[in-house]
């Protein structure tokens, strides 16, 4: 079965912790991916329907040596983040369109979408249940990560007919800390037209680890993928979509098979819009991109992501050669969009574009 609008009514059953590991838990200063909260939510998708939505103490989860996911890689992700703004409420940004990207994501992998019903109600009570862990100490937040595997003990090449979705959450501070060192990549390929590069799976990631190890060892902190045919054309980075400033105007590839629908990325060409700035979603060569640099008509490169919200980029490396950009003190464009952002998210300006959801 690749595909199910069916499921149960959307009550949760809680068990809770006796044993929260919160007090012990640096909130202000978190290291990002290592520590998280005290529940976890939790549905099974059995008989063709989705049903048994719990929240439940973390721990670890059973399976079997044959699972399907371990084998195959039958697996999809979302990340989204969780804030105090300065009302002191708990706000989320853009759920839905994580929710509807992950049926996107589980159609592409011929796995049952999980209905957006169960997908909010599931954050909306964990969140609740664990609303303590969300400090509104600066660049800090609790990341959300949804997941959903394949659980079938079956060893073949096909769809499974269970499925587990679960949703897990840890304090996180900022993704990067510095600018960034980026290589152009073009010998390895994310992506290619008709694969799974649009959706959030976990092979995806699994296969682009060994380009960018190797990168980091050259001294670059990501890559920036280029298309599988040419290796021509600029695509996305590890963590990010990538947007450059070329003579005032703010251009980034558009999506398709190969590069991910960023959130992060949407709503940042919106303000831009909505300001007024001249915007181009188009293919953009590499030459295009070193000839910009070399004239001095290239302003600001930088990453756009749930993680790192936005990443400057201090370098590029292409074919054996650096390029040093401007002082990241001078990206008036980037810096406007983080801060528009955070503003947004914390409520400290008019979220126009109804981008915020609040925990009640």
Not at 67 to 96: C, D, M, W
Request: proline share 4%.
């Amino acid at each position: 079965m690749c595909s199910s609008d069916m499921s149960i009514d959307q009550k949760v059953y809680i068990t809770k912790t006796n044993h929260s590991k919160l007090e012990k838990t640096d909130l202000i200063n978190p290291i990002f991916g290592k520590v998280y909260a005290d529940h976890m939510l939790r549905c099974d998708f059995t008989k063709g329907v989705w049903q048994d939505l719990k929240i439940i103490p973390y721990s670890d989860i059973s399976i079997s040596p044959a699972n399907t996911t371990l084998h195959y890689a039958s697996t999809i992700f979302e990340g989204l983040k969780a804030y105090r703004n300065i009302h002191e409420e708990i706000v989320v940004f853009r759920p839905q369109d994580n929710a509807k990207r992950m049926v996107l994501s589980a159609s592409r992998m011929c796995m049952p979408g999980i209905p957006e019903s169960i997908f909010m109600t599931g954050i909306n009570e964990l969140l609740k249940l664990d609303q303590e862990w969300i400090t509104n100490h600066p660049g800090t937040s609790l990341y959300v990560r949804p997941f959903q595997i394949a659980t079938d003990p079956y060893i073949g090449i096909r769809p499974s007919d269970d499925y587990t979705f679960m949703i897990i959450t840890g304090p996180v501070g900022a993704y990067y800390s510095k600018p960034l060192k980026v290589k152009i990549e073009t010998n390895y390929t994310r992506a290619v037209i008709g694969g799974t590069g649009f959706a959030k799976t976990g092979g995806n990631y699994a296969a682009a680890l060994k380009p960018a190890i190797e990168a980091q060892k050259d001294g670059y902190d990501q890559l920036i993928w280029t298309d599988g045919l040419l290796h021509e054309y600029i695509e996305e980075s590890g963590t990010m979509n990538i947007m450059f400033i070329i003579n005032d105007t703010l251009i980034t590839s558009p999506i398709g098979d190969t590069i991910l629908n960023g959130i992060t990325r949407d709503s940042i060409l919106t303000i831009a819009k909505d300001r007024g700035m001249k915007v181009e979603e188009r293919p953009i060569s590499t030459s295009e991109i070193i000839q910009s640099i070399e004239q001095g008509n290239l302003q600001e490169v930088f990453g756009v992501g749930t993680a790192a919200t936005v990443a400057h980029i201090k370098t590029i490396g292409y074919n054996g050669i650096d390029y040093e950009l401007s002082d990241v003190k001078s990206r008036k464009y980037s810096l406007e969009f983080l801060d528009t952002l955070n503003k947004i998210k914390l409520g400290a300006i008019e979220d126009k574009f109804g981008w915020i959801h609040k925990i009640n």
